[in-house]
C-alpha cells in the first residue's frame, strides 16, 4: 500500500519561502508519479506542481518561475520549494501519487479526482 507523509507547512511573510516534502513508501515500482496540490477554503482542490520517473515537471501558470518540485529518489521524497509567496498561496498542501503511464500529459493531472494516493495536507499560511 503506497502510503505519504506531507510536511513542511507554516506561517511565512508575503515574500518568503517554504520548502514542503512528501515522504512515500510503498511503490512496487518506478513508474510513479507524485505531485503537489493545494486547496484554498471555499475553492475547489488544485494541481500545483508534477514530477514522474522519467523527469517529467508541469506547473500550473501562477506558480511558475516561483515553485520548483524536485525528487530525491535515494530518500523517496519529492520536495516542492515555494518562492516569493504571496498571500494568494495559502492554502492546505496535498501531495498525490499514482501510476505515472496515467498522466501522459500537462492536462489530466491537474484533477484532483484522477490520483488515488494522498498524504494529509500540510497548512501553509502567507502574511502580507
Known amino acids: 500500500e503506497v502510503q505519504l507523509q506531507a510536511s513542511g507547512g507554516g506561517l511565512v511573510e508575503a515574500g518568503g519561502s517554504v520548502r514542503l516534502s512528501c515522504e512515500a513508501s510503498?511503490?512496487?515500482?518506478?513508474?510513479?508519479?507524485v505531485a503537489w496540490f493545494r486547496q484554498a477554503p471555499g475553492k475547489e482542490r488544485e494541481g500545483v506542481a508534477f514530477?514522474?520517473?522519467?523527469?517529467?515537471?508541469y506547473y500550473t501558470e501562477s506558480v511558475k518561475g516561483r515553485f520548483f518540485i524536485s525528487s530525491d529518489n535515494a530518500k523517496n521524497t519529492v520536495y516542492l520549494r515555494m518562492n516569493s509567496l504571496e498571500p494568494e498561496d495559502t492554502a492546505v498542501y496535498y501531495c498525490?501519487?499514482?501510476?505515472?503511464?496515467?498522466?501522459?500529459?500537462?492536462?489530466?493531472?491537474?484533477?484532483?479526482?484522477?490520483?488515488?494516493?494522498w498524504g494529509q495536507g500540510t497548512l501553509v499560511t502567507v502574511s502580507s
Open positions: 514530477i514522474s520517473g522519467d523527469a517529467r515537471k
Open positions: 498525490a501519487a499514482d501510476l505515472a503511464r496515467k498522466f501522459r500529459d500537462d492536462i489530466r493531472w491537474r484533477k484532483y479526482y484522477a490520483w488515488h494516493y
Open positions: 510503498g511503490f512496487d515500482s518506478d513508474d510513479y508519479a
